[in-house]
């Protein structure tokens, strides 16, 4: 039962385009989470929000930015991206007090 | 060097066999352990987590955390062709969400019918 939904699927785009992902959460969760996940299926944290504040900001380019209008609501933006931004990314939720990560289907970006 | 570290890399089991995946912390710090696993085309799901020493069953899977050594195994029983996926080892230095959750590289099983 999927409660935490991402759009779009898939993504293609040229180098120094700017995309744009979305993540909602229906879990009730205060916290919300992006990670990317590599072509050798390896997950890296780059973001954390609660309750629409930044509290995980891991070293990622400065092209990528999070915005946040409410506590279900997550989204990424790239601007200008780049080859190496080719990955999926995954958003997911989290109850305060528990450390258990719920993730949606993630979005899949390929830049040629 | 990545702070949390899984073998093997890749694991096939015949249907009905018994799996065993292996995770170690690199830092003292991260004493808190989860299992997830992942289906191709879906995101990760948590699995279980473990944070004291000693085993912690759920079904047909056992994990076992040794704290002295940060290692925590997964053992599943029985394993059926839908528990083919990429696992992965995540530890944090708290059960609760102010601690980043880092993963382990992943262990892909494939069970065999």
């Known amino acids: 039962e999927t409660a935490v939904f991402q759009t779009p699927n898939y993504h293609v785009t040229q180098v120094g385009n700017e995309v744009s992902f979305n993540c909602k959460q229906t879990?009730?969760?205060?916290?919300m989470y992006w990670y990317k996940q590599d072509s050798k299926k390896l997950l890296k944290i780059m973001f954390s929000?609660?309750?629409?504040?930044?509290?995980v900001n891991e070293t990622v380019p400065r092209r990528f930015s999070p915005q946040s209008s409410d506590k279900a609501h997550l989204n990424l933006r790239i601007k200008s991206v780049e080859p190496e931004d080719s990955a999926v990314y995954l958003c997911?939720?989290?109850?305060?007090?528990?450390?258990?990560?719920?993730f949606g289907a993630g979005t899949r970006l390929s830049v040629l | 060097q990545q702070k949390v570290q899984q073998s093997p890399e890749s694991l096939s089991v015949p249907e009905g066999g018994m799996a065993s995946l292996n995770c170690t912390s690199s830092?003292?710090?991260?004493?808190y352990f989860w299992w997830y696993r992942q289906h191709s085309g879906e995101g990760p799901k948590a699995l279980m987590?473990?944070?004291?020493?000693g085993d912690k069953k759920e079904g047909r899977f056992t994990a076992h955390l040794n704290k002295a050594s940060l290692h925590v195994s997964l053992h599943i029983r029985d394993s059926q062709p839908s528990d083919s996926a990429l696992y992965f080892c995540?530890?944090?230095?708290?059960?609760?969400?102010?601690?980043?959750?880092?993963f382990g590289q992943g262990t892909k099983l494939s069970i065999k019918p």
């Open positions: 987590s473990i944070f004291s020493d």
């Open positions: 997911a939720s989290s109850h305060r007090f528990q450390n258990t990560l719920y």
């Open positions: 879990l009730g969760h205060d916290t």
């Open positions: 929000y609660n309750n629409k504040q930044l509290i």
């Open positions: 830092d003292r710090n991260f004493q």
């Open positions: 995540a530890a944090s230095e708290k059960n609760y969400n102010q601690g980043k959750l880092i």
